[in-house]
């Protein structure tokens, strides 16, 4: 697997990230993130914006409890992968997914568009995640919930596998700050789980977790 880079720095962009999945059958683990399933079961379904998709696990998820989901990402061999395993193991949730390949940078959602927008560990530079972050709170409409959940810089020391990139870490009150009055915070927090190290050894990591609804 390749890097494309400017300098030392690799950017994460469409190219990369189709090589990453053509290079095995699986990226992930099938498995909707739990954060997502914690978060999201309290809330009435509507519209979702599920931002990186990826292999569709969270897309299914929701459309499974009722929600429209527009299911986004920026590998088109992902869209393709989510689509197809929508298809193959629930139609009636694969019905209820428009799949779109995009780069949200470059195409910013729909403002005041979605029930609820998910981001589930999009790792991006502090300027790019920053500016995405923003759209994607922009896309939330009054009365909808902005999830947002990273890997914790304090991960970078757990054993666990990291890209040795700690600018692309944050805590879920970095994102927070970027909220203005007419948001709630409801959940802030670095929120333990058990993982395991490649060595087998399992330890206690923390995923940045935001949930914040908008007045």
Not at 37 to 61: H, K, N, Q, S
Not at 99 to 109: F, M, N, Q, S, Y
Not at 112 to 129: C, H, I, K, N
């Amino acid at each position: 697997m390749s890097e494309h880079a400017h300098g030392d720095a690799p950017v994460f962009d469409e190219d990369f990230w189709d090589e990453r999945y053509r290079s095995a059958q699986r990226v992930w683990s099938g498995q909707p993130n739990p954060q997502l399933i914690a978060e999201v079961a309290g809330l009435r379904p509507g519209r979702a914006l599920d931002v990186g998709c990826g292999e569709g696990a969270d897309a299914i998820c929701l459309a499974r409890n009722g929600w429209d989901v527009v299911a986004v990402d920026i590998s088109g061999v992902a869209i393709s992968r989510g689509d197809q395993h929508a298809r193959d193991t629930d139609p009636a949730a694969a019905g209820r997914i428009e799949w779109r390949r995009a780069d949200l940078l470059e195409t910013p959602p729909e403002p005041g568009s979605y029930d609820l927008v998910t981001a589930q560990f999009m790792q991006l530079p502090p300027e790019p995640r920053t500016r995405l972050f923003s759209s994607l709170a922009a896309a939330v409409r009054p009365g909808g919930t902005l999830l947002i959940v990273g890997h914790h810089p304090s991960d970078l020391a757990s054993g666990v596998p990291r890209p040795p990139i700690p600018e692309v870490f944050y805590s879920a009150d970095e994102i927070a700050t970027m909220l203005d009055n007419t948001w709630d915070v409801a959940v802030s927090e670095a929120r333990p789980r058990l993982a395991t190290t490649p060595a087998g050894a399992e330890v206690t990591i923390h995923d940045a977790v935001l949930v914040a609804a908008k007045r």
